[in-house]
């Protein structure tokens, strides 16, 4: 049995488990009835109950608990256990029963008794620590086996609860590490603890560092420097968007990552060759001078050679098709009564015609209304029905889809056909982790429009690509011009960028200009430019000018009017960049909430994060949840609160009730994280949603996040009323600032692979392993990092693989990967790190 961490104030309590009242299928929490045998405090009853976080316990054995007696509230006196133990047998006789008993299968009692004959008293906890002791009793293999595996894991789950609770673990990391390692749990806490901060999400490298310092690792182990190092890639990659980063940015975190966590000083050059062993392990990737996480670098290859694939085979349609298309275009424009425009009736016609096609527009453009135009004439051009309710024993064919609940939603409405967020489309779990392995779903159906596009990251649009079968048409709409997604790449500007791939931009605008100064707004900003009418009031919106500390009244003022106005509050957004700050969006939520939804006396409330949240609160859902069918960045209510100590919760926990346009969803305190108080949203958060009015402050408060992507998403998100507040001067800012392009491959990738229109060559197998080798001290040979990716080899398994060595004179150059950088790309990567803040921040 390990040592349990006893301490001089901890009670013990010795009992037979009566009873699991309650366990929580999530995590190890249980609560349990014990008879009681012996306790080190005063009871005088005969059963008490206890509460913890506890492996498999099971009814009818007999555990010794440490912990201390607690008063609750509701339920009096219960102990509550911080570590357990199953009282394993002590007597002769007792171990001899265990063992001949039904859990190890063929050891008799003849046998149990031969074992405790020869290793006495102690038999089970010798056998636990050294296997070898079965040697000396000649027993069958197949005893051997049955003894030792059932030993191990009636122990095994239990004293990993326990090691994992005594490294401070709460109850939902002990069972996602438990879950993860299953069985080789300790061996990874106690051989390499940093996996945990590689594999788990949630545990940082400082968590695992400190676990590894209680073990005595050496602060100058290998396993310790490449952590650091990984954790600094997967930081550049995560909190900038960017999917490659470079030697310098990576060995500068690193360093700062590891003195921070230990005040012990390491070299330059230590570090540096663990970036290159870490490189050789294959966990990252070098090329050039760009490093990449492994997941990141082959997923921006699957992309190429998955569009490369759908690309390869031509849409099958007869000559006669073909010359019906302009009529047929036009039949659908007389149905919906309009007159398609040049550029929108040649995407349409391109859509048809294409596996791929990419359609890129501001507001008002006519991208639903060319959406509407694909579905109808694939329909007749295919003879389909787009009733589905004649598709009783089939799929749908024509897939509609987009990356949050609420462009799903529009979607639906303005086609009125099913439309499903992408997660839901592959199945996806919101906490799959990138590395969560190949999916095998394939996708059936003849037609895929996504619509949002901007907002799909690598990591989504590999997946859904992978699930594309190559008979699929695949129609990607969205506005390049918004802000990317909130996950590493670029992809929608990545794959316009790239002309070889068939799109169309529109650029005229539909909308009646009459009604809507807002979209000529929106089309200035894009532009460039700030119109002289930005800050005179027109029929849909207006500006107040104030300084940041005047923003709270101004919105109170604003949202009251509105009121007055009879505008419902689901209708009001207000949007800020940023969370901090007199202006920012925590204190204009707490402002909003005391003018909105005020505590009364009568109704309940809950605290959380310094938050409080009341029945009536508008919240902002801040992940994607496909369990509860619920999205990042969808608006909710809460619609009711149900405390622990309630009479009829059964599970006495608390629970916040909300609503999400109709979807009913519990969320226990364990959620609660994935809220947010939602009268002001961040601009980010807002990106595939519209309000009929959005209230919108910016003052030079704001300054490092203020960019022209920014300006022009929030304008774009006011369906028919825009106020703009603030500093006249932070508007002009904001459309000054162009935002710094992620460093993302995907365009080079798709460059080497699919050749453009006309000019398709013999294609060169392509590989991903690339040798490179620094020839000059301080400089990586500059043919390597110049290597055409075309000369190179991709296996087909996909296991791709990095050899860099950068080795200078048997030494590793501390400036490896910095060749060629110049002050200007350490500019770019401080500016990155600068929007980065600004996703981390909404994200
Ligand atoms: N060819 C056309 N003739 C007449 N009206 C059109 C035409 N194309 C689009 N419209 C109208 O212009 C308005 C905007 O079109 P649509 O909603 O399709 O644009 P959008 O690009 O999807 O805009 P948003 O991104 O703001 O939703 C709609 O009222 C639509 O009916």
Redesign the pocket.
């Given at each position: 049995m390990m040592a349990i961490n006893d301490s001089a104030s901890e009670q013990k309590l010795v009992g037979k488990i009566q009873a699991i009242f309650f366990e929580n299928q999530e995590n190890f929490y249980k609560v349990i009835q014990v008879k009681v045998s012996n306790s080190s405090f005063k009871w005088d009853e005969d059963q008490i109950v206890v509460t913890g976080n506890f492996a498999e316990v099971n009814e009818g054995e007999e555990y010794q608990f440490s912990g201390k007696l607690v008063e609750h509230p509701r339920y009096g006196q219960q102990f509550q256990a911080n570590n357990y133990q199953s009282q394993l047998p002590t007597t002769r006789t007792g171990i001899i029963n265990y063992l001949a008993g039904e859990n190890f299968p063929g050891i008799g009692q003849r046998t149990a008794e031969k074992i405790v004959a020869q290793l006495g008293d102690q038999a089970i906890e010798k056998i636990l620590a050294d296997e070898n002791v079965l040697k000396q009793l000649n027993l069958k293999p197949k005893q051997q086996q049955s003894l030792l595996e059932n030993l191990r894991s009636d122990n095994g789950m239990q004293q990993v609860v326990i090691e994992l609770n005594h490294f401070g673990f709460g109850n939902q990391l002990t069972a996602t590490i438990y879950n993860h390692f299953r069985e080789k749990t300790l061996d990874v806490l106690h051989q390499d603890p940093y996996r945990l901060a590689l594999e788990i999400n949630g545990i940082g490298f400082k968590r695992a560092d400190q676990i590894a310092e209680q073990m005595e690792l050496a602060a100058d182990d290998p396993k310790r420097l490449q952590a650091a190092l990984y954790q600094s890639v997967f930081d550049s990659c995560y909190t900038s968007g960017n999917i490659y980063t470079d030697a310098e940015t990576v060995l500068e975190q690193a360093m700062s990552l590891l003195l921070n966590s230990r005040r012990v000083s390491l070299s330059d050059q230590q570090v540096a060759e663990q970036l290159v062993a870490l490189a050789s392990s294959g966990r990252i990737v070098v090329e050039d001078h760009r490093i990449y996480l492994r997941y990141y670098y082959e997923a921006e290859w699957k992309i190429a050679e998955n569009l490369k694939n759908l690309l390869t085979k031509k849409v099958d349609l007869s000559a006669e098709q073909l010359e019906a298309l302009p009529k047929l275009v036009d039949q659908i424009a007389s149905q919906l009564q309009?007159?398609?425009?040049v550029e929108?009736a040649k995407a349409i016609g391109q859509a048809l015609q294409n596996r791929l096609f990419l359609l890129t527009?501001g507001?008002?453009?006519?991208?639903?209304?060319?959406i509407n135009g694909i579905v109808a004439s694939f329909a007749a051009l295919h003879d389909l029905s787009l009733d589905p309710n004649e598709y009783s024993d089939e799929d749908f064919p024509i897939l509609l889809a987009a990356p949050t609940g609420r462009a799903a939603k529009k979607m639906k409405e303005t086609t009125g056909l099913p439309a499903a967020t992408i997660h839901r489309l592959l199945g996806l779990n919101g906490s799959d982790a990138p590395e969560s392995g190949e999916q095998d779903l394939t996708l059936s159906g003849q037609l895929l429009i996504v619509d949002e596009m901007s907002m799909v990251d690598t990591e989504l649009f590999n997946k859904l690509l992978a699930a594309v079968p190559p008979s699929m048409q695949l129609v990607l709409v969205g506005?390049q011009d918004q802000l990317p997604s909130v996950g590493p790449g670029r992809v929608f500007a990545d794959l316009l960028a790239c002309s070889q791939l068939p799109q169309i931009r529109l650029n005229k605008i539909?909308?009646q200009q009459k009604t809507s100064s807002i979209i000529s707004l929106a089309h200035a900003i894009k532009q460039g430019k700030l119109p002289d009418t930005t800050f005179k009031n027109q029929p849909d919106r207006s500006f107040i000018a104030c300084q940041a500390n005047q923003i709270q009244v101004a919105v109170q003022q604003i949202i009251t009017h509105a009121q007055k106005k009879q505008l419902p509050l689901s209708d009001i957004q207000i949007l800020a960049p940023m969370y901090r700050g007199s202006a920012g969006i925590d204190h204009l939520n707490q402002v909003l909430q005391q003018l909105l939804n005020p505590p009364s006396s009568s109704s309940k409330e809950v605290i959380f994060n310094q938050q409080h949240f009341r029945i009536g609160d508008k919240v902002l859902h801040l992940v994607n949840s496909p369990e509860f069918n619920v999205f990042n960045g969808d608006l909710g209510r809460i619609t009711g609160i149900i405390l622990a100590k309630e009479k009829d919760n059964e599970d006495h926990q608390d629970k916040l009730v909300l609503d999400f346009d109709g979807n009913q969803v519990t969320y226990l305190r364990k959620d609660w994280l994935k809220i947010k108080l939602a009268y002001c949203i961040s601009i980010h958060k807002a990106q595939g949603s519209e309000f009929k009015l959005v209230i919108l402050p910016l003052v030079r408060q704001y300054r490092r996040m203020l960019n022209r992507n920014l300006l022009y998403t929030a304008v774009?998100r006011a369906k028919s009323l825009l106020v703009l507040l603030g500093e006249p001067v932070a508007y002009q800012e904001a459309v000054a600032h162009l935002a710094v392009n992620r460093q993302t491959s995907l365009q080079q990738r798709i460059g080497e692979l699919i050749k453009p229109i006309g000019k398709v060559k013999k294609q060169t197998e392509l590989t991903l392993e690339t040798k490179v080798v620094a020839e000059e001290k301080g400089a990586l040979k500059p043919s390597s990092a110049k290597k055409d990716v075309t000369e190179l080899d991709a296996p087909k398994d996909g296991n791709f693989r990095l050899t860099a060595e950068l080795i200078v004179d048997g030494q590793i150059d501390p400036l490896i990967g910095m060749n060629g950088i110049t002050p200007t790309d350490f500019q770019q990567v401080i500016n990155c790190q600068d929007q980065t803040r600004m996703d981390i921040e909404n994200s």
């Open positions: 309009i007159s398609y425009g929108q527009g507001p008002g453009t006519g991208k639903t209304t060319i506005d539909y909308r774009t």
